[in-house]
């Protein structure tokens, strides 16, 4: 039992260029998450699924898209990487519904643009 | 929209003393959920703690415990019997009861244990 995993752990990429981070979880959760988390600052959302198909934008979604095509892959996808996207990036996921349940979280990908 | 405020930036303790760090949120509802969540030097983050907030009894965990104030919109985190393991980033988080989970976070509190 692996749980939340990640892919990249750490990337650099040029300004425009385009990459997708992968997040896979083999716990049969049906909620998944993307935050980002700034130098010096909390987690903010990206974008969340509550189940295979069904996505929606969080806090910050502008500059990444996600799908969810099955209950234990959720890839985020960066087109024309600016400097401002230089963050550390988890997934998380959960059964979610109730706040009862955990969000277990991802061991993060840095991510520079430069 | 809710906010999660921690206004320290960094604490320091003495291992085996006791800390409190704090937390304040802004929401509007009835139904929500309050945690903290630890985050060490290995970047992981690890849950400390839950609080539902229809319950007025505080959450303990081991050497964790909370002071949830609803009225005053309070949640701090006392860890006893500090430990070098314990030195860490605390957040605080706040979650709606509204079935989607979403938790928003706080700034953060850097927590240094000394020997």
């Known amino acids: 039992n692996a749980g939340v995993t990640q892919t990249p752990k750490f990337r650099i990429l040029k300004i425009g260029q385009s990459m997708t981070l992968q997040c896979t979880q083999d716990m049969n959760h049906n909620y998944m998450y993307w935050y980002r988390q700034d130098p010096g600052m909390g987690l903010k959302l990206i974008y969340y699924s509550v189940g295979a198909g069904i996505t929606d934008k969080g806090e910050v979604p502008n500059g990444y898209n996600v799908s969810r095509s099955t209950t234990e892959d959720f890839p985020l996808r960066l087109e024309l990487a600016a400097p401002s996207q230089t963050s550390v990036y988890f997934c998380a996921s959960s059964y979610g519904g109730t706040g009862s349940y955990e969000q277990y979280f991802g061991p993060g990908t840095r991510l520079t643009v430069t | 929209a809710q906010t999660v405020t921690q206004s320290q930036p960094e604490m320091s303790v003495q291992e085996a003393e006791t800390v409190t760090l704090s937390c304040t949120y802004d929401t509007s509802e009835s139904n929500y959920y309050l945690f903290w969540y630890k985050q060490p030097p290995s970047r992981q983050m690890i849950l400390v703690i839950r609080?539902?907030?229809?319950?007025?009894q505080n959450a303990t965990e081991n050497r964790f415990s909370v002071n949830f104030q609803k009225a005053a919109k309070s949640f701090s985190l006392k860890i006893s019997d500090s430990q070098l393991g314990d030195t860490a980033m605390y957040f605080c988080a706040f979650m709606r009861g509204d079935n989607t989970d979403k938790l928003i976070f706080g700034t953060g509190t850097r927590l240094q244990v000394f020997p």
């Open positions: 609080q539902e907030a229809y319950k007025q």
